[in-house]
């Protein structure tokens, strides 16, 4: 039983924009916050957005002014939206709530330089 599929990742110049998508099981999504996290090559995975179910958005300093993490309550999924892209956001990209049980399979962004 898949419970999270995200996707929109790829790879992207530097300055660039990406959408990520991520369809959550109702067990996972439903009366709670979700975020999206990352984890590079070699570092450990860390979050980057978070959103309350009433629309309340928290960011990373990292993130905070290039990315907008938004969440549509009927359709249990969340969005991210990454402006301004960095090599350094060169990631596996997830969403779970805030007590993350499983894990989906993430997408990959690539940004180069």
């Known amino acids: 039983q898949v419970q999270l599929v995200e996707s929109g990742g790829g790879l992207v110049q530097a300055g660039g924009s990406l959408r990520l998508s991520c369809a959550a099981s109702s067990t996972i999504f439903r009366l709670s916050a979700m975020g999206w996290y990352r984890q590079a090559p070699g570092k450990q995975r860390e979050l980057v957005a978070r959103i309350a179910t009433g629309g309340t958005a928290n960011y990373a300093d990292s993130v905070k002014g290039r990315f907008t993490i938004s969440r549509d309550n009927a359709k249990n999924t969340v969005y991210l939206q990454m402006n301004s892209l960095k090599p350094e956001d060169t990631a596996v990209y997830y969403c779970?709530?805030?007590?993350?049980?499983?894990w989906g399979q993430g997408t990959l962004v690539t940004v180069s330089s």
């Open positions: 779970n709530n805030m007590n993350p049980q499983i």
